[in-house]
């Protein structure tokens, strides 16, 4: 079965760092670029930042350029975001997606960041 | 960057009737725009790409139209697992992939 787990969620103070983690299984996780996605309480989804399937290219979400790093091991099929200087708006839900041509079309359940002092 | 604008934010719908949901872009996307389903606790789910083209595993009953900057969801005959909120998602413009703020379809 194709999967995508997230973890590394949890509460953390403003100014703090998390690193999430998103492990894949059921596919050749190297062959696919990946994304992660968050969802605010209440919002609407917003794209974060893009990793391709050798690490060759990667993009960011003016909103999160600066502070977050995503970063995936290929042998251990798994994907990273390192948040670091979080603020009050970065509380929510983040998901990795699997990305292909026309859209994202494996996600995970989500991990949830809140921050807050 | 591009943006999407999803109506109505709610749509109350009974079971067995149809619903139609609207997505429209700041500018032409061509056919480039996907749609996702997103339930609580569950992970999102991807319906159309290509605006009109099924995924894998997507019920019949959810159709896709439109090109440009005009689109549209369509639930044919919604059953009770079809409650959720609907997010458009242009990929015309690499790689800031943007979403629409979303539709709630609740039961009337």
């Known amino acids: 079965e194709v999967q995508l787990v997230e973890s590394g969620g949890g509460l953390v103070q403003p100014g703090g760092s998390l690193r999430l983690s998103c492990a894949a299984s059921?596919?050749?996780?190297?062959?696919?670029?990946m994304n992660w996605v968050r969802q605010p309480p209440g919002k609407g989804l917003e794209w974060l930042s893009y990793?391709?399937?050798?690490?060759?290219?990667?993009y960011y979400a003016d909103s999160v350029k600066g502070r977050f790093t995503i970063s995936r091991d290929n042998a251990k099929n798994s994907l990273y975001l390192q948040m670091n200087s979080l603020r009050d708006e970065d509380t929510a839900m983040y998901y990795c997606?699997?990305?292909?041509?026309?859209?994202?079309?494996?996600w995970g359940l989500g991990t949830l960041v809140t921050v807050s002092s | 960057e591009i943006v999407m604008t999803q109506s109505p934010a709610t749509l109350s719908v009974s079971p067995g009737e149809r619903a139609t949901l609207s997505c429209k872009t700041s500018q032409s996307i061509s056919s480039n725009l996907a749609w996702y389903q997103l339930k609580p606790g569950q992970a999102p789910r991807f319906l159309i790409y290509g605006a009109s083209t099924r995924a894998t595993g997507i019920p019949a009953r959810f159709s896709g139209s439109g090109s440009g900057t005009e689109f549209t969801l369509t639930i044919s005959s919604l059953q009770s697992e079809d409650f959720a909120v609907y997010y458009c998602q242009q990929y015309n413009n690499w790689p800031q992939w943007t979403f629409g703020q979303g539709t709630k379809v609740e039961i009337k």
């Open positions: 990793i391709a399937h050798s690490s060759s290219a990667i």
């Open positions: 059921g596919f050749t996780f190297s062959s696919y670029g």
């Open positions: 997606a699997r990305a292909i041509r026309d859209g994202y079309d494996v």
